[in-house]
């Protein structure tokens, strides 16, 4: 069940959210053609206070032994897109998100394990605070106090949500930030990982296997990406379970794993093009290997490696696929984050930041034309 109440045509209605459609039972209707009503109707709403830990330091408040209550006249219920008005008593209004349980039965002294029974679904409320107030009356209960919903749903796990509140496009701002060190550390790595592949395929002996090595390097471009993503999911899965740990790395070595081939050709293009009697010179007049690299070597091949690493970094900024199956909860990337967006609307957001990412992708993918271009 994943109800709503919206007001159509023919009046306010309560109905179902089917995938991208709400059905009433006078018809099926997009979202962005109705106006969301507060899904439920309680007659109190009771919340659970004094419960973070933060804001408890911050108003000076003693960790009570048992929880406290207090209650939100049902006119602090607002609807899903629409506005809140911030009082005029307060210079500091804050949100925090909080799970609503709609209990659907009269209850009292429910047993820990019966009550699964009694609720009848959730949704999701914000307890707008005024923190600047004395009393937790003036602070909690007023008009516009508690936006709520759109949907009433039985499928959830309360023990498994992951709730965030995002105020004037913090989730973007997050989003992006967590795009850039991914794509930055990501194109990295996968710059020096392709710098020693095209010197060991170009800069030495036939040696055997090679052919078999140039094609292991250029593995992610002979296979659809879902499968590479598949691969990744499976091997990264073992080692979250064995380890624990689900931070950004796996995301930055899944980045780095498929990014390898796009640096690797502009690099090993480069090498090819350059003239060897320096480098033999050099040799000659006994330079050591790396020394021969770095004074003759490095100093040609820099636009190659530059080209290499802006492609790498363009391919792992614009990545959904493989960000998608290797992501923790809480690390969207900026394409996944649009995505989600995606889902239930196309709004000026979506399309400003499109914008933003098509002019940053044609600009280095023009930088790494020219450099890969330029000649010594």
Not at 318 to 337: C, H, N, R, W
Request: proline share 6%; hydrophobic share 50%; glycine share 6%.
């Amino acid at each position: 069940m994943h109800e709503v109440r919206v007001r159509t045509p023919a009046g306010i209605e309560t109905g179902t959210l089917e995938g991208d459609a709400v059905v009433t039972a006078t018809g099926t209707y997009s979202p962005n053609s109705v106006e969301w009503q507060v899904p439920v109707e309680p007659a109190a709403v009771y919340c659970v206070g004094r419960n973070y830990a933060t804001t408890n330091a911050e108003m000076g408040y003693e960790r009570p032994e048992a929880p406290t209550f207090f209650l939100k006249p049902p006119a602090a219920l607002v609807a899903h897109e629409q506005p809140v008005t911030v009082p005029e008593f307060t210079d500091r209004l804050v949100g925090a998100g909080e799970l609503a349980v709609e209990i659907g039965t009269s209850c009292r002294g429910v047993a820990r394990d019966e009550v699964d029974t009694v609720i009848r679904g959730y949704t999701i409320l914000t307890d707008m605070d005024a923190r600047d107030q004395p009393t937790l009356s003036a602070r909690k209960v007023f008009e516009g106090a508690a936006p709520v919903g759109p949907v009433v749903t039985d499928r959830a796990d309360p023990a498994a949500i992951e709730m965030r509140t995002t105020v004037d496009g913090e989730q973007v701002q997050a989003a992006t930030v967590r795009s850039v060190v991914i794509a930055s550390a990501a194109s990295l790595i996968a710059t020096a990982a392709a710098v020693g592949a095209a010197l060991a395929t170009t800069r030495t002996r036939p040696w055997r296997g090679q052919t078999l090595a140039f094609a292991l390097v250029n593995q992610p471009l002979m296979v659809p990406e879902v499968v590479t993503a598949v691969a990744l999911l499976i091997f990264f899965s073992m080692i979250k379970v064995a380890t624990g740990y689900t931070g950004l790395w796996y995301l930055i070595v899944a980045h780095a794993a498929f990014c390898i081939p796009f640096a690797y050709l502009p690099v090993r293009a480069r090498l090819q093009g350059m003239d060897l009697t320096l480098e033999q010179a050099a040799a000659d007049l006994y330079a050591t290997p790396w020394h021969v690299f770095r004074r003759v070597t490095l100093p040609q091949l820099w636009p190659g490696i530059l080209a290499g690493a802006m492609l790498a970094f363009v391919i792992s900024l614009d990545d959904v696929v493989i960000t998608e199956f290797v992501k923790s909860a809480g690390q969207d990337t900026l394409p996944t984050y649009m995505l989600g967006q995606l889902r239930r609307a196309v709004t000026p957001e979506i399309n400003a930041i499109s914008t933003a990412l098509l002019v940053v992708s044609v600009v280095l993918v023009m930088a790494f034309f020219f450099l890969s271009r330029r000649r010594t």
